[in-house]
């Protein structure tokens, strides 16, 4: 079993360990994209895989003639979708039962808190889950608590939609048009390390900003 600092490494060289995998499995590199990205994004568990730093690695290699840049697009665009609504049923679901018992993944809650965590999605439900698609563990929780809150689904269908290929479409074209140029290519570690580190930046700076209020 590959240990956390195997994983992290893995994460950190997608660009031998993506070329590996291509080399190994061919043509089935787009399930397993789509699979990573359904899972990433729709479940709570599993907010550790790569997401961004995986999208933008996809397109470098579209860019090299590697991978089909419209095929690409297309379905991570739906896999990013399918797994915010995932996540979204699986919190409408889990969440009812979770205020009925009074606990949730073992902590305490109360019903006025399912009451706070409704008007808030009323509110800011749409700049919710657009923003937190760019914000790495945010991008899976979001969803999922506005399954628990019960935002309107057609409401949350629409922006999930819209945050989801806005999503896609950045990274991936990302690596496309900037992932091959030299100085990139030469760094793609540290490239991949600063796509982490300001993904995270925004849920670090509003932590911190709460934290002081």
Known sequence: MSSMPDFLNAILHLDTTFAAVIADVGAWIYAILFTTIIAET??????FLPGDSLLFTAGTFAAAGVLRLEFLLGLLS????IGDSLNYT???NIGEKAFRRGTLFGIP???????????FYEKYGAK??????FMPILRTFAPFVAGVGKMQYSKFVFYNIIGGTIWVFAFVLGGYFF?????????F????FAI????????????????KK
């Open 42 to 47: 729709g479940l709570v568990i599993t907010p």
């Open 128 to 133: 919710t889950i657009i923003l937190s698609r």
């Open 90 to 92: 699986i919190g409408r």
């Open 196 to 211: 982490i580190w300001i993904s995270c930046l925004p849920g670090i700076v509003g932590f911190l900003y709460s934290a």
């Open 179 to 187: 992932g091959n140029i030299p100085l990139i290519k030469e760094n």
């Open 189 to 192: 570690t540290l490239a991949i």
């Open 78 to 81: 739906l896999a990013a979708i």
């Open 109 to 119: 809650i109360r019903q006025e808190y399912l009451e706070r965590t409704r008007k």
